[in-house]
């Protein structure tokens, strides 16, 4: 069992930053493979970062490469999401989550979500 908390999120102005971090319980975090959703309001969640249990692979959506980085801190059970150049569309509550499989397979553990909101 995996309990997943994120946090980080708030009110940003369009080209601003924000670090989002999602911390997980458990001793077999590393074992997990991570990954950032959101969904914005009347929308679909979706896809938007993963990164494999020992952070030395990592894929993103289109709408998101380059602007947002995924990475992990093993020993302090932490997944990161750091967004760059956010843009309005940006708007949702973001989403982490965790699985045992790599690259593919379900998630299994899901947190609680964050909102971030990018003003124009």
């Known amino acids: 069992q995996v309990q997943l908390v994120e946090s980080g999120g708030g009110l940003v102005q369009a080209g601003g930053s924000l670090r989002l971090s999602c911390a997980a319980s458990?001793?077999?975090?590393?074992?997990?493979?991570m990954g950032w959703f959101r969904q914005a309001p009347g929308k679909e969640r979706e896809f938007v970062a993963a990164?494999?249990?020992?952070?030395?692979?990592?894929y993103y959506a289109d709408s998101v490469k380059g602007r947002f980085t995924i990475s992990r801190d093993n020993a302090k059970n932490t997944v990161y999401l750091q967004m760059n150049s956010l843009k309005p569309e940006d708007t949702a509550v973001y989403y982490c989550?965790?699985?045992?499989?790599?690259?593919?397979?379900?998630?299994?553990?899901w947190g609680q979500g964050t909102q971030v909101t990018v003003s124009s």
């Open positions: 989550a965790a699985r045992g499989s790599w690259p593919e397979g379900p998630y299994d553990y």
């Open positions: 990164i494999s249990w020992s952070g030395g692979s990592t």
């Open positions: 458990g001793r077999t975090f590393s074992s997990y493979a």
